[in-house]
Structures are given as C-alpha cells and as structure tokens.
C-alpha cells in the first residue's frame, strides 16, 4: 500500500497566517503540521510515500522534509496542484505514483492520537473498494457524516445541517485503483471543487466501502480553533508520555 498526504490548498481560513506560508508547516506543539500526517502513514507500515501540495510555498515542504530520512524514509516524493480544484482533485494528481495499487490518503491539517495499523492490515486483505474510518463527535455538522445502518454505511453527507448520525469521516481514506476512475466521473459541486465525499458515496452505491472506528483523539488544525485545539491536544499527550516514561525511569521532575 501508499501512502499519499494532501497538503495543498490557500488556507484561508487561516489568515493572516497561511499568508507566508502553507497551512500545513504552521507548527503544532514541537513539530510542523505535515510531520503529524506522515507519521500516521509511517506507524501504519507504509514507506512509500507521496506529498501533494501547491501554491508559493510548496519548495519549503522539500526543503523541510527532503528525502523523509527524520521519518526512517529514503525517498519522498512530490507533486503539485495548481488552483483550489478540492480534494478530490488533488488525490487524481496521484494516480501515477499509485500505480494501480492501494492507496492510504491522509489529509495534512488531520492529527491522531491512536494509530491507524489495524484498519490499514484490514483494508490490505480487502480484495476490492474503500475502507474510511469514522469518529463519534459533538459537533458532526463540521464534517462529512456516515449514516450507518446494519454495520455498513448507507450514506455519506458534506456538513448536513441535521445529521443523521454523530459519526464523522475522518480525513483518513484507503482506496482501491478504481478510485481514479471514480474521480474522472465526477462533476464540480457548489463550491466548485472535486469532492471526497462524491468518491465514498460512488463506493457506497456499489457496495464496496467498508469502515472502522478511530481510537483516541482526533482532530483538524483548518481553523485558530481547531489549531489551538491541535496543539494542546498533542502537548497534553506528549507531557503524558514524559511523565509515565520518567516515573518508570525514577527520574520525574514536574
């Protein structure tokens, strides 16, 4: 399986920040956004690797990441996308570097707690289709919602105004090769854009999507709020892990 991290995009919600530079190399706690997504893909197994990004500062990312050797990878690769085209549009410049085979997508501004190991080892044995992982929230009007039924998914809805389930779509996809095929079929939404959420609902419709439950906590970073929220959740668990690791040690100072 690859691995593909989408890091492209203006960020405007994000300004005056994103004006500088990409979203996506703002920090949270100690390290720059795009390290959380990699390191996901990387937990879970997978070595080859792929950066979609874009705009002024997409050279940075090379200069900050060059060949993943910080990540116990020998090579990286890249690709750009021009414009605001969604995800969905970003995820076809990939299709090369697929090469026909599965695909984990992470979108960059998306962080975990947990590790994504198990449902990755699962979707490996799935012959056909999608696997996406889901997450009970609070406030499910903010994503794309799952309405499942029967242990399978029936439906997936962009920000409904009264969802139908609490379960959220992470920006964590595993794909098929035919999700390229998918891709090309799609038409610009209201926004304009290509959307992920057209290509779950295509595997939904033939009945190929499977999913799990993420463990832990998870969040974006695409707003101050969520930003904010990012980075105190990774402080809180990194001083957890210095604490446990130095009462273990006898050497806790805190």
């Not at 949270?28 to 795009?34: F, S, W």
């Not at 990540?71 to 970003?90: C, M, R, S, V």
């Not at 029967?150 to 409904?160: A, D, H, L, N, Y």
Request: aromatic letters at 8%; proline letters at 3%; charged letters at 20%.
């Amino acid at each position: 399986m690859k691995g593909i991290v989408l890091a492209g995009g203006t960020g405007s919600r994000l300004f005056p920040l994103t004006k500088i530079t990409n979203k996506h190399l703002l920090p949270i706690y100690d390290r720059p956004m795009i390290y959380y997504p990699i390191q996901t893909l990387v937990d879970a197994g997978i070595r080859d690797i792929m950066i979609v990004t874009g705009g002024r500062n997409s050279g940075d990312f090379l200069r900050l990441l060059a060949n993943g050797k910080e990540f116990g990878l020998k090579h990286i690769n890249y690709t750009y996308q021009e414009g605001e085209g969604g995800i969905a549009d970003a995820l076809a410049l990939a299709e090369h570097f697929a090469d026909g085979q599965q695909i984990c997508v992470v979108l960059g501004d998306n962080i975990i707690e947990g590790s994504i190991r198990a449902a990755a080892g699962q979707f490996r044995n799935q012959a056909v289709g999608a696997h996406i992982l889901l997450k009970e929230v609070k406030d499910a009007e903010r994503f794309g919602v799952a309405e499942v039924d029967g242990g399978r998914i029936v439906g997936i809805e962009e920000k409904p105004r009264q969802p139908k389930s609490n379960y959220a779509v992470t920006g964590i996809y595993m794909y098929d090769a035919s999700v390229f095929e998918k891709i090309k079929t799609l038409v610009p939404s209201g926004r304009g854009e290509l959307e992920i959420t057209d290509v779950n609902n295509a595997y939904i419709r033939e009945g190929t999507m499977t999913f799990s439950f993420l463990d832990g906590w998870w969040t974006d970073a695409g707003t101050f709020d969520s930003l904010l929220r990012a980075t105190n959740l990774v402080a809180q668990s990194a001083v957890g892990k210095h604490s446990e690791e130095d009462v273990m040690e006898g050497t806790v100072q805190i």
